[in-house]
């Protein structure tokens, strides 16, 4: 039947009673449509994106499949409850890797409640979205020598200033120990899950040229959720395809709005500064690379 | 040495009220005060910085104006001037625009005051809605032998729709007495397109921002330059000679290893305003 899905790291969790989604064991998330008209909106988008035309096909891949709604017993209780029906992005992965990253420089849009302005332009400026154009809102790693999860403190990833926020990405592909804040992340994953062409990079750059012309929805408030299997790195043995099988995909809708010919520049700017700061982690682990071949091939 | 005001001000500060404005040579330098409070200074700090700067590629820097250092000028109280090249040196009858680029003109590091300030003013505008807006522009009228120049006030209230149409209007040659007409966007081709055109040089400037983190130029604005008179004209090897130019840079901060990424969606979008108007020259804005 339904149960909490374990790889939430940002928004509503079902737990002690609230309401929050939930996954079936078909690989299928259940989403209750949030108060206040955001869930109806985030339902709207998804049946607007479901089949439009104008969206190309290699872009779909980056969108949660819909399934359209259903009345599905609420997790707090409360009864029966209308739920969007979504593909499960982390089902097929058997201890994934997991981070979101609110993308954009400002979370408010026009024409919203100045409480709700108020509201977001605080915590805009209170966190790395006005100064990176984009925030990290949780994450969680597999921790392999524990054969556990390890998650980030949601209060310090709040907390995260631009050196915050380079580190958690550095810890996000890292092997040693996640829970020894004195370790420097050592990136052995970074090569496998940021790099390579189906790797992360590749596939932000792909949405990027997409954000470059396109101007049917306004993505405000959207977060990218970044997945991975930690385990299957480790265990594989040769050079087959990557086993990470790293995975970019855009959630979180319920703030979405027609493009009205304009592109969404504020996520643009935001991808755009995001996509530098993976560049710059992959050329770090580059240059150590080299620098370490060099000195072994000195004899040292 | 001959002073004068330029002609061709669009935007920013003019001589008013005592208070010195810009002025120009006539040896193809322009001369403006330095602002007060600190922008001055930040102003001069940047072009020195800019000017000396090796992380900069060479095909940058033409998107910046030429930097003389700065000057005392009689006639000013001997105010300290920053001392450019004139922008517009080389045209006889330029039409010129200034578009503030970025979602927010604020920064963090900015007064509560200023931020607030900015923040009015930009939800206002379609700096909010488009990531830049139209702070001014003059184009030559062929027909009058004159220059025409909207109200700023006019300028401040153009929603989307507005800029698209003020963007096309800049490149027609039947704009300025009938208000009712479409504008025909005669130069569109002359100006925005081509390997020298207006979006070559965007482009361009998009490839780097995408990478530099060395500045954030926070409210700076690109002036988009052209000589209207040689398209009319219709001389062999007399173009346009569109340009791009960044300026006014009394609030730029270090990048901090980070990218311009309010400047850089804003252009983007702004470049996808150009595009639109390349690829349907006869539609005009619904109005």
Avoid at chain 1, 25 to 53: M, V
Avoid at chain 1, 155 to 177: E, H, W
Wanted: charged share 25%; with cysteine.
């Amino acid at each position: 039947m339904l149960k909490v899905p374990e790889h939430q790291v940002a928004g509503h969790i079902a737990s002690d009673g609230k309401l929050g989604p939930l996954v079936d064991d078909q690989g299928r998330f259940f989403k209750p449509l949030q108060g206040d008209s955001r869930g109806e909106h985030e339902a709207k988008f998804y049946e607007s994106f479901t089949s439009n035309k104008k969206v190309p096909d290699h872009i779909h891949r980056y969108f949660p499949v819909y399934h359209g709604t259903q009345l599905v017993e609420a997790s707090d209780g409360s009864g029966k409850l209308p739920h969007l029906v979504l593909d499960d992005v982390v089902s097929g992965y058997s201890n994934p890797s997991v981070m979101d990253v609110k993308i954009g420089s400002r979370t408010w849009y026009p024409d919203v409640s100045e409480e709700y302005f108020k509201k977001c332009i605080k915590k805009d400026r209170q966190t790395t979205t006005v100064s990176l154009g984009f925030r990290v809102s949780g994450f969680k790693i597999f921790d392999h020598q524990e054969s556990s999860f390890w998650r980030a403190e949601k209060k310090l990833v709040l907390g995260y200033n631009a050196d915050g926020a380079r580190l958690a990405l550095r810890k996000f592909v890292s092997s040693n120990s996640p829970a020894d804040s004195n370790l420097t992340p050592n990136c052995a994953f970074a090569s496998e899950v940021y790099g390579g062409s189906n790797g992360i990079l590749a596939q932000l750059l792909e949405l990027k040229d997409w954000f470059e012309i396109q101007t049917l929805y306004h993505f405000n408030s959207c977060s990218i959720l970044m997945i991975y299997e930690n385990e299957s790195i480790l265990m594989k043995e040769g050079d087959d395809a990557p086993a990470a099988r790293a995975q970019v995909k855009l959630v979180d809708f319920a703030h979405v709005l027609d493009g009205n010919g304009v592109i969404d520049h504020n996520f643009l700017g935001g991808l755009c500064s995001f996509i530098k700061f993976i560049k710059d982690i992959l050329q770090s682990v580059d240059k150590r690379d080299e620098t370490n071949t060099s000195l072994l091939e000195n004899g040292r | 040495m001959q002073l004068k005001a330029p002609e061709h001000q669009v935007a920013g500060h003019i001589a008013k009220d005592g208070k010195p404005g810009p002025l120009v040579d006539d040896k193809g330098r322009f001369f403006k005060p330095l602002q007060g409070d600190s922008r001055g200074e930040i102003e001069v700090k940047f072009y020195e910085s800019f000017s000396s700067n090796t992380e900069v590629p060479e095909h940058i820097r033409r998107y910046f104006p030429v930097y003389h250092g700065t000057q005392a000028v009689e006639g000013s109280d001997k105010a300290a001037m920053i001392v450019l090249e004139n922008l517009l040196a080389d045209y006889s009858k330029p039409s010129v625009m200034d578009v503030k680029m970025g979602t927010r003109t604020w920064y963090p590091e900015a007064s509560e005051e200023y931020i607030q300030k900015c923040l009015r003013k930009d939800t206002g505008t379609t700096t909010v809605s488009a990531g830049f807006r139209i702070s001014g522009f003059e184009v030559y009228d062929h027909k009058e032998s004159s220059f025409w120049k909207p109200e700023r006030k006019l300028l401040r209230r153009l929603d989307v729709d507005g800029a698209r149409l003020t963007l096309r209007k800049f490149v027609s040659s039947n704009s300025f007495s009938d208000i009712g007409s479409k504008p025909d966007s005669a130069f569109a081709s002359s100006v925005y397109s081509g390997s020298h055109g207006i979006l070559t040089q965007l482009l361009e400037l998009k490839t780097w921002f995408e990478s530099q983190t060395l500045y954030h130029f926070n409210s700076c604005s690109i002036l988009m330059v052209y000589e209207n008179e040689s398209i009319l004209k219709g001389n062999d090897g007399d173009d346009a000679r569109p340009k791009v130019k960044l300026v006014d840079f009394a609030h730029v901060l270090d990048g901090n290893g980070v990218i311009d990424h309010n400047f850089l969606g804003g252009l983007c979008s702004f470049i996808n305003f150009i595009r639109d108007i390349l690829q349907s020259p006869d539609e005009s804005a619904e109005s």
